[in-house]
């Protein structure tokens, strides 16, 4: 094998798997006679090849019908959860407004590369980056396993990690949330509820089956169990998290719920909003800093930026609808 | 129609190619300016498939390569050739005004 043809046979990695196992020899061989006279490997076939993998890739997992719509959901959800996961990493980031207010099993412990890290934020990272690799690239069985982590990382952070010194039962991160909100003394346990109907509900989704009334119903109900665990965990938020939680929610739940879409990419996007929204309402509110027409700046700008984000994507699935390999 | 494309129509134009005959004969009838890469080429080929404009027509395995054929088909033609008179309407737009005496 030349050193082209094992860069050539990298490059067709690019391909969905079922779409390499039809194709992938024809293609290999048409770049190989393409470039024939070449001793080095031709940089315009590999990146060419890379992109029509991924695009191949991107419209597997907004197969018809309503590809766009789905695409446009997907990435709305994709952009919502790494912007607020970015914004928190911020949050986590700014050691000096947040090491004297967190309880201690969060607490920034760790430092690298300058970054002050939490052994619970870096499960949070692991998990979210994996899943939103694994929704990039389609994998979906991966993006979910990689969301039930995250949640079962945040479920066990609720349960099992007291830290001294909040008033909360079980002394978490719910419990600071609650007592820098409200003075009455109230148990956490139900800022897991949002967390393991979510769980349920991926795990209830069956493989692109097409739902019927009664799955409909079942998961408008359970997305308004989510929206309602999540107001009554963040309830006396404000500032721009606030709002964006409050807009974009409900709406993401509902767009989930009564789509007749595959409704797992956006569902597995959701433990990260879960998990990022409290780091990133902490970030807000501690930095007394910040103006409150910043906050409106920055609301404006993440909303802008989902819409944009869904609208590209769903361009894209349109304008660029796949064929399938040819039964000769 | 992008020139990609619209190249790879007229390659077939003259009889079934595999995919590199393709990329060669779109090189020439373009003279040299239209270079497709394979990536570039097999998602146009699927897209032409997908509307039924081309279609896979045999294969066969030279020197340890697998080559897979492919013809234009009759709507194939008609599209290639709908696409070809829009262009010489737009170029006879300009070519009119800058030699009107010529082009009359």
């Known amino acids: 094998m030349t050193p082209s043809e094992r860069i050539y046979r990298a490059a067709l990695a690019a391909y969905p798997r079922d779409y390499r196992a039809a194709r992938g020899d024809e293609v290999l061989g048409t770049m190989l006679d393409a470039t024939e006279a070449r001793r080095l490997p031709d940089v315009r ?3 060419a090849v890379v992109a029509d993998g991924y695009r191949r890739r991107v419209l597997a ?3 018809p019908p309503h590809g766009a719509l789905r695409a446009g959901a997907a990435w709305a959800a994709f952009a919502l959860a790494v912007l607020t996961a970015a914004v928190a990493v911020v949050g986590v980031m700014r050691e000096d407004h947040l090491a004297t207010s967190l309880p201690a099993s969060l607490a920034p412990s760790l430092h690298v590369l300058g970054l002050a890290i939490s052994p619970w934020f870096a499960a ?9 690799v694994a929704l990039v690239t389609s994998a979906r069985r991966a993006a979910i396993a990689f969301a039930q982590a995250g949640v079962a990382v945040q ?10 010194g909040f008033p909360g039962a079980h002394g978490d991160f719910a419990a600071y949330a609650w007592t820098n909100v409200s003075t009455l003394p109230r148990e956490p346990w139900h800022w897991v509820v949002p967390s393991l109907v979510l769980a349920a509900c991926i795990a ?9 009334i009664g799955l409909r119903i079942a998961r408008l ?8 665990g999540l107001a009554l ?18 709406l993401l739940a509902a767009a989930v719920a009564l789509s007749p879409l595959d409704p797992r990419p956006a569902l597995a996007c959701v433990p990260l909003l879960v998990t990022a929204l409290p780091l990133t309402w902490t970030y807000v509110q501690a930095d007394p800093t910040t103006p409150a027409a910043g906050d409106l700046t920055v609301l404006a700008g993440i909303l802008l930026g989902i819409v944009a984000f869904a609208v590209a994507g769903a361009a894209s699935a349109h304008r660029l609808r796949g064929g399938t390999p040819p039964q000769s | 129609m992008r020139e990609p494309t619209y190249f790879v129509l007229a390659a077939l134009l003259d009889g079934r190619l595999h995919g590199y005959g393709i990329i060669k004969r779109a090189a020439e009838l373009s003279g040299g300016r239209v270079r497709i890469t394979a990536g570039t080429l097999y998602g146009a080929i699927d897209r032409l498939i997908e509307r039924g ?6 294969e066969e395995i030279v020197s340890g390569r697998l080559r897979r054929y492919y013809r234009i088909t009759g709507e194939g033609e008609r599209v290639v050739g709908e696409e070809a008179a829009r262009l010489r309407a737009a170029a006879e737009v300009v070519v009119h005004r800058l030699r009107p005496a010529e082009a009359s």
Not at chain 1, 156 to 162: G, I, K, L, N, T
Not at chain 1, 204 to 212: A, D, I, Y
Not at chain 1, 221 to 228: D, T
């Open chain 1, 61 to 63: 997992s907004v197969t």
């Open chain 1, 204 to 212: 209830v989704s069956g493989p692109r089956r097409t739902p019927g």
């Open chain 1, 155 to 164: 479920v066990w952070e609720v349960a099992f990690r007291p830290a001294a």
């Open chain 2, 53 to 58: 404009l081309v279609a896979p027509d045999g």
């Open chain 1, 233 to 250: 965990a963040m309830d006396h938020l404000y500032g721009a998290v606030a709002g964006l939680a409050i807009v974009l929610l409900p």
């Open chain 1, 124 to 132: 949070f990272a692991v998990t979210s980056i994996g899943a939103l």
């Open chain 1, 221 to 228: 109900v359970v997305s308004l169990v989510l929206v309602a």
């Open chain 1, 45 to 47: 076939e590999v990146g």
